[in-house]
T-cell receptor, first 112, second 109 residues
Framework: TAGITQAPTSQILAAGRSMTLRCTQD?????MYWYRQDLGLGLRLIHY???????GKGEVPDGYSVSRANTDDFPLTLASAVPSQTSVYFC???????????FGPGTRLTVL | GQNIDQPTEMTATEGAIVQINCTYQ??????LFWYQQHAGEAPTFLSY??LDGLEEKGRFSSFLSRSKGYSYLLLKELQMKDSASYLC??????????WGAGTKLIIKP
């Protein structure tokens, strides 16, 4: 199985443009998450979804939106990108014996 | 506020043992996780502790003391492929993971 896939792998985006980062899982996990990872900082939660049809705000939600129309997909949208959104973005889902999180390969986003 | 502390960087020798410490202050506690992250890759799950004591998994062990807000990850018989960042994360009362900044482990031959 693929687990979690993310697209694109990397992207350079002009400030002010919008973009959607895609995330798909095939593990039938209910909960999914979007994180950003910046050098010297821990993973920071942007938004999460405990089940299809519901979403919630994490630690750093401003400038980002999400939707969860079905179990498998959890896209993250930047409506109007700013340089401070330059980061590596990881999508994750949780399941397994300890309800641990499984991560996608990440999207490296540069906003100029 | 919630806080997870771990050393920024550690260096160890191939074949040796290294202990990576993690201290935490969180709103509630519902388990502590250790993840490994190689440069340019995604974090991968290593271990989980919810009760006090030691959990052993091959060359890796993880210890938890809830009363002290303390955990460590012990890596034995170090190999070059163990060079990576090790992330400590605590699941809080809202069942969200609070992450430390990670410890970069450098293995020297």
């Amino acid at each position: 199985t693929a687990g979690i896939t993310q697209a694109p792998t990397s992207q350079i985006l002009a400030a002010g443009r919008s973009m959607t980062l895609r995330c798909t899982q095939d593990m039938r996990h209910n909960a999914m998450y979007w994180y950003r990872q910046d050098l010297g900082l821990g993973l920071r939660l942007i938004h999460y979804s405990n089940t299809a049809g519901t979403t919630g705000k994490g630690e750093v939600p401003d400038g980002y939106s999400v939707s969860r129309a079905n179990t498998d997909d959890f896209p993250l949208t930047l409506a109007s990108a700013v340089p401070s959104q330059t980061s590596v973005y990881f999508c994750a889902s949780s399941g397994g014996y300890n309800n641990e999180q499984f991560f996608g390969p990440g999207t490296r986003l540069t906003v100029l | 506020g919630q806080n997870i502390d771990q050393p920024t960087e550690m260096t160890a020798t191939e074949g040796a043992i290294v202990q990576i410490n993690c201290t935490y202050q969180t709103s509630g506690f519902n388990g502590l996780f250790w993840y490994q992250q190689h440069a340019g890759e995604a974090p991968t799950f290593l271990s989980y502790n919810v009760l006090d004591g030691l959990e052993e998994k091959g060359r890796f062990s993880s210890f938890l003391s809830r009363s002290k807000g303390y955990s460590y990850l012990l890596l034995k018989e170090l190999q070059m492929k163990d060079s990576a960042s090790y992330l400590c994360a605590v699941r809080d009362s809202n069942y969200q993971l609070i992450w430390g900044a990670g410890t970069k482990l450098i293995i020297k031959p």
